[in-house]
C-alpha cells in the first residue's frame, strides 16, 4: 500500500488542472478511496468494516495485505468463519512478523492451539522484542500450559521492568483461574508493590479475598477501586452483595444502585434491588428494575416475578398478561406453563387452563401439582368423568394425597352424588392433615348432604372466624347449614358476605324472609 499512499501525496502536491489520470492510476485511485472507507469504518468501529474491505480485495484479488486484515476484522467481530476464504494469505509469498501474527490468532480462535504456538515462535524468531506477540504467545501458552506460560511470564518481567507490574498481575490471573489463592495472591502483592495504582491487581486481589471469604478485605480493595475511579458495575453489585449479606441493607442498595448508574442493565443490581424493593412493598419499582435487566428477555423466572408483583399492585390483567406473554416466548418452561394455568383459572378461564395443563402433562407426567390443577379445572368444567380419572391417577401414585381426596370428595357432595364414598374420601383427607380449613369445610359440606346438619354446622363452627371472613365458600356453607336449620339472621351476615363472588350464596340470601 505504500505506493497507494505517494500517490495521494502526489495528489495533494499537483495543482487540479494538471492532472490527467490513465485507466491504472484510477483503478488504484479507487482502490485507495475503498481502503480509507475500509480503515475509517474499523476506527469508528463500525460492522461494515468487513464488507468494505471485501470491496477493495475484489479491485486487488492478490493483494496479501487486504487478506490479511480481513482475516484479522473476522477476529475482531468474532466470526473466524469468515476468515476462512481468506486465511490462504500466509502461503503467499514470504511472511512478516505481524502476518504470523494474524495468522497464529486465526489458527487458536480455530482451536489449532499447537499449530498456533508454533505460528507465534515462527514471529518471535523474526521480532524477539515485539512485546505484542509475547504478549498474546504467553496467553496462549497459558491456555495450554499455565505452569510453562508463568515461567515464561517470569522472564519477560526480568526483561521488561517497565511491564513487570502488568506482567506479574498476568501471572496471578493465571493461579486465580488454576484455583491456587495462595500462589495468585502473592503475584497480586508484587505487582501493587510495583505499581499500587494497578487497578487490574487490585481486582484480582480482591477476587482472591472474595473467592476466600475475607469479604472487609475484598471490600477494602474495590473500594480503593471506586476512589481511583475504576468502579464499574460488576465490582459495585459484588460490594452491595456483601453489605446484604452482612445486613446492612441500605448500604447495599446504595451500591447496587451506584452499578446500575453504571451499568442500567446490570443482572446481579437488578435482581437484588428488586428484592429490597419487594420487602419494602414498593412492588412498583421491583417490576421498574426486573425489566431493566439484561437479562430479562431470556429468564423466565424474571417474567413470573414481575407477574407476581403486578398481582401484589392488584393489577390482575397486567399480570394475567406477562404469564401470557411469557407461554409463548418460554415454550416448554414448565413453571410458566403451570402459572399461567393457575392465573387462568383464577380468572375462571377454564377452558384454556385445561389446554395448558394438559399439554404440559404430556410433556410432565410426573407433575403432580399441575395433574392436581387439571383435576380441579376439569371439575370446574363439569367434565366429571376425566377429573375423576386425573384424581385416580394421583391417588394410585400416593393413597395419602390429601388434596385430591378432598377434591374427589367435594366434587361427590357438589354433584349429590355416591355421598358415602364422599365421606370416605373426606375422612381420609382429615386423617391426614384435621387442621386444614378446607377438608373441615369439605366434611361439613358431606354432612349437610347427607342431611346432618347439626354435625356440619359444629365443623364449620371449630373454623376460625378470621378463615371464615377470607373464605367466600366457606362462610356460603356455614351460611346454608343455618338456614337449614332455621337460624336466618345468624346465616344472613354469611351470605351477604358470600353473595358477591358466588351465585348461589346470592340467590340463597334473596330467599331469606324479610323478617330476619
Same mark, same amino acid.
Given at each position: 500500500m =505504500?505506493?497507494?499512499l505517494?500517490w495521494a501525496?502526489?495528489?495533494?502536491c *499537483?495543482?487540479?488542472?494538471a492532472?490527467?489520470?490513465?485507466p491504472?492510476?484510477k483503478r488504484e485511485?479507487r482502490l485507495?478511496n475503498?481502503?480509507l472507507?475500509?480503515v475509517?469504518?474499523?476506527?469508528?468501529? &463500525?460492522?461494515r468494516?468487513?464488507s468494505?474491505?471485501?470491496?477493495?480485495?475484489?479491485? &486487488?484479488?492478490e493483494?496479501?495485505?487486504?487478506k490479511?486484515?480481513?482475516?484479522s476484522q473476522a477476529?475482531a467481530d468474532?466470526n473466524?468463519a469468515l476468515?476462512? @476464504?481468506?486465511?490462504?494469505f500466509?502461503?503467499q509469498?514470504?511472511?512478516?512478523p505481524e502476518?504470523?501474527?494474524v495468522?497464529?490468532?486465526y489458527?487458536?480462535?480455530?482451536?489449532?492451539? !499447537?499449530?498456533?504456538?508454533?505460528t507465534?515462535e515462527?514471529?518471535?524468531?523474526?521480532?524477539p522484542?515485539d512485546v505484542?506477540?509475547?504478549?498474546?504467545y504467553?496467553?496462549?501458552?497459558s491456555?495450554?500450559d499455565?505452569? =510453562?506460560?508463568t515461567?515464561k511470564?517470569?522472564?519477560?518481567?526480568e526483561? +521488561?521492568?517497565a511491564? @513487570? !507490574?502488568?506482567?506479574?498481575?498476568?501471572?496471578?490471573?493465571?493461579?486465580?483461574r488454576? =484455583?491456587d489463592l495462595?500462589?495468585?495472591?502473592q +503475584?497480586?502483592n508484587?505487582a501493587l508493590?510495583?505499581?499500587?495504582?494497578?487497578?487490574q491487581?487490585?481486582l484480582?486481589r480482591?477476587?482472591?479475598?472474595?473467592k476466600?471469604?475475607?469479604y472487609?478485605?475484598m471490600?477494602?480493595e474495590f473500594?480503593?477501586l471506586?476512589?481511583?475511579?475504576?468502579?464499574?458495575?460488576?465490582t459495585?453489585?459484588r460490594?452491595?452483595?456483601?453489605?446484604l449479606?452482612?445486613?446492612?441493607?441500605?448500604?447495599a442498595? %446504595?451500591y447496587f444502585?451506584k452499578?446500575?448508574a453504571?451499568?442500567?442493565?446490570?443482572?446481579?443490581?437488578?435482581?437484588f434491588?428488586s428484592l429490597?424493593a419487594?420487602?419494602r412493598?414498593d412492588?412498583s419499582?421491583a417490576?421498574?428494575?426486573?425489566?431493566d #435487566?439484561a %437479562?430479562?428477555?431470556?429468564?423466565?423466572s424474571?417474567?413470573l /416475578?414481575v407477574?407476581f408483583?403486578q398481582?401484589r399492585?392488584?393489577?390482575?390483567?397486567?399480570?394475567?398478561?406477562t404469564? #401470557? /406473554?411469557?407461554?409463548k416466548?418460554?415454550?416448554?418452561?414448565?413453571?410458566?406453563?403451570?402459572f399461567?394455568? $393457575?392465573?387462568l383459572n383464577d380468572?375462571?378461564s377454564?377452558?384454556k387452563a385445561a389446554r395448558? $395443563?394438559?399439554?404440559?402433562?404430556?410433556s410432565?407426567?410426573?407433575y403432580d401439582e399441575?395433574?392436581?390443577?387439571?383435576?380441579? *379445572?376439569?371439575e370446574s368444567?363439569?367434565? +366429571?368423568k376425566?377429573?375423576?380419572?386425573q384424581?385416580g391417577?394421583?391417588?394410585?401414585?400416593n393413597?395419602r394425597n390429601?388434596?385430591?381426596?378432598?377434591? +374427589?370428595?367435594?366434587?361427590?357432595?357438589?354433584?349429590?352424588?355416591?355421598?358415602? =364414598?364422599?365421606?370416605?374420601?373426606a375422612?381420609?383427607?382429615? @386423617?391426614v392433615?384435621?387442621?386444614?380449613?378446607s377438608f373441615?369445610?369439605?366434611?361439613?359440606w358431606?354432612?349437610?348432604k347427607?342431611?346432618?346438619l347439626?354435625?356440619a354446622? &359444629? $365443623? $364449620? #363452627?371449630?373454623i376460625?372466624a378470621e *378463615?371464615v371472613?377470607?373464605?367466600a365458600?366457606?362462610?356460603?356453607?356455614l351460611?346454608?347449614?343455618?338456614?337449614?336449620q332455621?337460624?336466618w339472621s345468624?346465616a344472613?351476615?354469611?351470605?351477604?358476605?358470600?353473595r358477591?363472588e358466588?351465585?348461589e350464596? &346470592?340467590?340463597?340470601?334473596?330467599?331469606?324472609p324479610?323478617d330476619?
Amino acid at each position: 500500500m =505504500k505506493k497507494y499512499l505517494l500517490w495521494a501525496v502526489c495528489m495533494c502536491c *499537483t495543482p487540479v488542472f494538471a492532472l490527467s489520470l490513465n485507466p491504472e492510476s484510477k483503478r488504484e485511485a479507487r482502490l485507495f478511496n475503498q481502503f480509507l472507507k475500509a480503515v475509517y469504518a474499523q476506527r469508528a468501529e &463500525d460492522p461494515r468494516a468487513f464488507s468494505y474491505l471485501e470491496q477493495a480485495l475484489r479491485m &486487488d484479488p492478490e493483494s496479501k495485505y487486504l487478506k490479511r486484515m480481513l482475516v484479522s476484522q473476522a477476529l475482531a467481530d468474532g466470526n473466524p468463519a469468515l476468515a476462512d @476464504a481468506y486465511a490462504n494469505f500466509i502461503s503467499q509469498g514470504e511472511n512478516d512478523p505481524e502476518d504470523y501474527m494474524v495468522y497464529a490468532a486465526y489458527q487458536w480462535k480455530k482451536g489449532q492451539l !499447537s499449530q498456533a504456538a508454533q505460528t507465534y515462535e515462527q514471529a518471535l524468531q523474526q521480532a524477539p522484542d515485539d512485546v505484542r506477540i509475547l504478549y498474546q504467545y504467553v496467553l496462549l501458552l497459558s491456555v495450554m500450559d499455565w505452569e =510453562k506460560a508463568t515461567q515464561k511470564l517470569l522472564s519477560l518481567a526480568e526483561e +521488561y521492568p517497565a511491564l @513487570a !507490574s502488568d506482567i506479574y498481575t498476568e501471572i496471578g490471573t493465571l493461579c486465580l483461574r488454576n =484455583k491456587d489463592l495462595q500462589q495468585a495472591l502473592q +503475584y497480586y502483592n508484587k505487582a501493587l508493590e510495583l505499581d499500587p495504582s494497578n487497578p487490574q491487581a487490585r481486582l484480582g486481589r480482591g477476587e482472591v479475598y472474595e473467592k476466600s471469604s475475607q469479604y472487609f478485605l475484598m471490600l477494602h480493595e474495590f473500594e480503593e477501586l471506586e476512589k481511583m475511579g475504576y468502579a464499574n458495575a460488576g465490582t459495585l453489585s459484588r460490594m452491595g452483595s456483601v453489605f446484604l449479606m452482612v445486613k446492612d441493607v441500605p448500604k447495599a442498595e %446504595d451500591y447496587f444502585l451506584k452499578a446500575k448508574a453504571d451499568d442500567n442493565a446490570d443482572v446481579p443490581s437488578a435482581y437484588f434491588l428488586s428484592l429490597i424493593a419487594e420487602q419494602r412493598g414498593d412492588y412498583s419499582r421491583a417490576v421498574g428494575y426486573l425489566r431493566d #435487566a439484561a %437479562d430479562y428477555d431470556r429468564s423466565a423466572s424474571k417474567w413470573l /416475578q414481575v407477574s407476581f408483583y403486578q398481582q401484589r399492585l392488584n393489577q390482575p390483567e397486567e399480570s394475567l398478561k406477562t404469564l #401470557a /406473554q411469557a407461554y409463548k416466548k418460554f415454550e416448554g418452561n414448565v413453571e410458566v406453563a403451570y402459572f399461567y394455568a $393457575l392465573a387462568l383459572n383464577d380468572r375462571k378461564s377454564y377452558k384454556k387452563a385445561a389446554r395448558v $395443563l394438559e399439554k404440559l402433562l404430556q410433556s410432565n407426567p410426573s407433575y403432580d401439582e399441575a395433574r392436581l390443577q387439571y383435576a380441579f *379445572t376439569l371439575e370446574s368444567l363439569k367434565r +366429571y368423568k376425566e377429573m375423576e380419572f386425573q384424581l385416580g391417577l394421583l391417588l394410585e401414585k400416593n393413597p395419602r394425597n390429601g388434596a385430591a381426596l378432598n377434591l +374427589y370428595a367435594y366434587s361427590l357432595a357438589q354433584r349429590g352424588e355416591r355421598l358415602q =364414598k364422599a365421606q370416605e374420601y373426606a375422612a381420609r383427607a382429615l @386423617a391426614v392433615n384435621p387442621d386444614d380449613a378446607s377438608f373441615i369445610d369439605t366434611q361439613a359440606w358431606v354432612f349437610f348432604k347427607q342431611g346432618k346438619l347439626q354435625e356440619a354446622a &359444629d $365443623l $364449620l #363452627a371449630s373454623i376460625p372466624a378470621e *378463615t371464615v371472613q377470607a373464605n367466600a365458600e366457606i362462610a356460603y356453607h356455614l351460611g346454608a347449614v343455618l338456614c337449614a336449620q332455621g337460624r336466618w339472621s345468624e346465616a344472613r351476615p354469611y351470605l351477604e358476605q358470600a353473595r358477591t363472588e358466588l351465585k348461589e350464596a &346470592d340467590k340463597l340470601y334473596r330467599k331469606l324472609p324479610a323478617d330476619f
